[in-house]
């Protein structure tokens, strides 16, 4: 009778603590369980669970470790299908894609009316994190095929598309995925991007407004909720008598926020005063551009702010819908964004020393800067790729690499040749200074393309295989900067095609470069 009691009252330490991790209380759950492992230290189900509350608690190696544990001693599908989701949350996506196939072959062997749709789509979201879009593909295909009604397959087959450069393709699966599920907020968002790449601006907009559903933070799986307000959202509508003060928040990179900055003045044209949530690195550059020029823009800290001080509010990325913009009519009222003089001057002394003084000066940046992005790793190009055009002798190289990783920073033993003071940089202001002295500035898909083209400068961006939606697709100039030049990717992955044609054109214009470098100089 003893040890019947002993057991039911481990069932019910093992029932509430399941109940409690249910009900989202991790440190309940743990003590619970944790006095169920003295009785069952082997117990498969045990160790999951243990597993399963280590990850909530954001112990993610630990995790692993436990359901490993917990696959050693009792094989099951579920379990490998949330090993492989810690193994997601750890970057080991290799790892994460073998844990779930593995989780898949045992399915069909041994629990063959398993619903397996989460499996497929953890094995899809470790090989598109992996960078391996046509294996991504053929999985979302097989889902489809088990799973014809599930929105999810449908969307992810979009995703696989768009990183393989078929932009139609991609639209018709994210419309079948909003057919099957018209709230499947993710399938929205990625169609924004889509037709916003296809250059279908006023279809794109209203899906675009889904994005937050695709913003990825830190180690975090994708999605945050949008800022809530207590004030009024402006989407582009008359307002009435007196309602004429309106926030607006910056959201994402700095380069989106350089990009799309240029809206603020648009804005005063509407409102009587505009209030504008600015990042801290960009405020000197911004107050340098902006304030002298327009009082009624006000630059506020992100926290704290008093929202009833004003009567509307506007995400910065939501203004080009509410101006109604297309591609025929963006404002590229250029230059939008000014460095300082007397910090432009400071850097122009510098950069007066380099000699010869005919060579142009060009800047270059080979790196994005959110190393947890997997984006990052396919807009940025390793020092071996670009050490042919670092090499190049009719240019004096200035770097403007801010390295916030060590595989980003520059070995000056290697390139003693690329001048860099990046370490004199505070922030935009300093960057755009820097800027202001440079005759062309090279760069990969990062803030500072954004910024030099917004100074009017000469930038060649440096655009990976199927990029980012605002570049549109098949362009060689952009909308949004004129004077602007494009050198995408021709096949995925390989930059150094990209660096080649990028060498022949600086060949083609030196004597241009060096008789204007001249002309600066008298």
Same mark, same amino acid.
């Given at each position: 009778?003893?040890?019947?009691?002993?057991?039911?009252?481990?069932?019910?330490?093992?029932?509430?603590?399941?109940?409690?991790?249910?009900?989202?209380?991790?440190?309940?759950?743990?003590?619970?369980?944790?006095?169920?492992?003295?009785?069952?230290?082997?117990?498969?189900?045990?160790?999951?669970?243990?597993?399963?509350?280590?990850?909530?608690?954001?112990?993610?190696?630990?995790?692993?470790?436990?359901?490993?544990?917990?696959?050693?001693?009792?094989?099951?599908?579920?379990?490998?299908?949330?090993?492989?989701?810690?193994?997601?949350?750890?970057?080991?996506?290799?790892?994460?894609?073998?844990?779930?196939?593995?989780?898949?072959?045992?399915?069909?062997?041994?629990?063959?009316?398993?619903?397996?749709?989460?499996?497929?789509?953890?094995?899809?979201?470790?090989?598109?994190?992996?960078?391996?879009?046509?294996?991504?593909?053929?999985?979302?295909?097989?889902?489809?095929?088990?799973?014809?009604?599930?929105?999810?397959?449908?969307?992810?087959?979009?995703?696989?598309?768009?990183?393989?450069?078929?932009?139609?393709?991609?639209?018709?699966?994210?419309?079948?995925?909003?057919?099957?599920?018209?709230?499947?907020?993710?399938?929205?968002?990625?169609?924004?991007?889509?037709?916003?790449?296809?250059?279908?601006?006023?279809?794109?907009?209203?899906?675009?407004?889904?994005?937050?559903?695709?913003?990825?933070?830190?180690?975090?799986?994708?999605?945050?909720?949008?800022?809530?307000?207590?004030?009024?959202?402006?989407?582009?509508?008359?307002?009435?008598?007196?309602?004429?003060?309106?926030?607006?928040?910056?959201?994402?990179?700095?380069?989106?926020?350089?990009?799309?900055?240029?809206?603020?003045?648009?804005?005063?044209?509407?409102?009587?005063?505009?209030?504008?949530?600015?990042?801290?690195?960009?405020?000197?550059?911004?107050?340098?551009?902006?304030?002298?020029?327009?009082?009624?823009?006000?630059?506020?800290?992100?926290?704290?702010?008093?929202?009833?001080?004003?009567?509307?509010?506007?995400?910065?990325?939501?203004?080009?819908?509410?101006?109604?913009?297309?591609?025929?009519?963006?404002?590229?009222?250029?230059?939008?964004?000014?460095?300082?003089?007397?910090?432009?001057?400071?850097?122009?002394?510098?950069? !007066?020393? &380099?000699?010869?003084?005919?060579?142009?000066? @060009?800047? *270059?940046?080979? /790196?994005?800067? +959110? $190393? =947890?992005?997997?984006?990052?790793?396919?807009?940025?190009?390793?020092?071996?790729?670009?050490?042919?055009?670092?090499?190049?002798?009719?240019?004096?190289?200035?770097?403007?690499?801010?390295?916030?990783?060590?595989?980003?920073?520059?070995?000056?033993?290697?390139?003693?040749?690329?001048?860099?003071?990046?370490?004199?940089?505070?922030?935009?202001?300093?960057? !755009?200074? &820097?800027?202001?002295?440079?005759?062309?500035? @090279?760069? *990969?898909?990062? /803030?500072?393309? +954004? $910024? =030099?083209?917004?100074?009017?400068?000469?930038?060649?961006?440096?655009?990976?295989?199927?990029?980012?939606?605002?570049?549109?697709?098949?362009?060689?100039?952009?909308?949004?900067?004129?004077?602007?030049?494009?050198?995408?990717?021709?096949?995925?992955?390989?930059?150094?095609?990209?660096?080649?044609?990028?060498?022949?054109?600086?060949?083609?214009?030196?004597? !241009?470069?060096?008789?204007?470098?001249?002309?600066?100089?008298?």
């Amino acid at each position: 009778v003893a040890v019947e009691s002993n057991l039911e009252d481990i069932q019910l330490c093992y029932d509430k603590a399941i109940e409690a991790y249910n009900a989202g209380q991790p440190e309940l759950a743990l003590r619970l369980v944790e006095d169920v492992l003295k009785e069952y230290p082997s117990s498969g189900d045990v160790l999951h669970l243990r597993g399963l509350i280590a990850l909530s608690l954001n112990d993610v190696e630990e995790a692993e470790d436990w359901f490993t544990r917990a696959i050693d001693v009792s094989p099951d599908a579920t379990f490998y299908n949330s090993l492989s989701v810690t193994q997601v949350r750890l970057n080991a996506f290799p790892q994460a894609a073998a844990s779930a196939r593995s989780g898949l072959a045992f399915a069909e062997d041994h629990q063959p009316d398993l619903d397996t749709s989460k499996l497929l789509y953890n094995l899809f979201m470790a090989l598109d994190l992996d960078d391996k879009p046509e294996d991504a593909r053929d999985i979302c295909r097989r889902m489809i095929e088990r799973y014809p009604a599930r929105p999810d397959a449908h969307s992810n087959l979009g995703v696989s598309f768009y990183q393989l450069g078929k932009i139609d393709l991609a639209i018709n699966a994210y419309r079948q995925a909003i057919k099957l599920n018209p709230n499947h907020l993710v399938a929205h968002a990625n169609l924004g991007y889509a037709l916003l790449c296809a250059g279908d601006y006023g279809e794109a907009w209203p899906h675009f407004e889904h994005r937050w559903a695709t913003i990825r933070e830190g180690d975090s799986p994708s999605g945050i909720k949008p800022p809530a307000i207590s004030i009024r959202r402006w989407l582009g509508q008359a307002l009435p008598p007196g309602e004429n003060r309106l926030l607006v928040f910056a959201e994402q990179g700095f380069g989106d926020t350089l990009q799309f900055c240029r809206y603020l003045e648009m804005a005063l044209g509407h409102f009587t005063a505009v209030g504008f949530i600015c990042p801290k690195p960009l405020r000197r550059l911004l107050t340098d551009s902006f304030c002298s020029r327009w009082p009624n823009l006000t630059l506020l800290e992100d926290k704290p702010f008093n929202a009833l001080r004003w009567d509307w509010y506007c995400p910065l990325l939501s203004m080009p819908m509410a101006f109604g913009t297309r591609v025929d009519n963006i404002p590229v009222n250029l230059p939008y964004l000014h460095a300082d003089r007397r910090r432009s001057r400071k850097w122009s002394s510098k950069v !007066a020393t &380099l000699l010869p003084g005919t060579l142009p000066r @060009i800047g *270059v940046v080979w /790196a994005g800067g +959110h $190393l =947890a992005m997997p984006e990052d790793r396919r807009r940025s190009i390793n020092l071996e790729t670009m050490a042919p055009l670092l090499a190049w002798p009719g240019a004096h190289w200035i770097s403007l690499q801010k390295a916030e990783d060590i595989s980003k920073a520059l070995p000056h033993e290697k390139y003693p040749h690329v001048v860099d003071w990046m370490h004199e940089v505070r922030d935009f202001a300093d960057t !755009a200074a &820097l800027i202001d002295t440079l005759d062309l500035v @090279i760069s *990969v898909d990062t /803030a500072v393309a +954004h $910024l =030099a083209a917004a100074m009017g400068k000469r930038v060649w961006l440096l655009n990976r295989y199927s990029g980012c939606w605002r570049w549109l697709r098949n362009r060689e100039d952009s909308p949004w900067y004129p004077g602007m030049r494009i050198f995408t990717q021709t096949t995925r992955g390989n930059w150094s095609e990209v660096i080649e044609r990028v060498l022949s054109e600086l060949e083609f214009n030196a004597t !241009a470069f060096s008789a204007e470098r001249a002309h600066r100089r008298d």
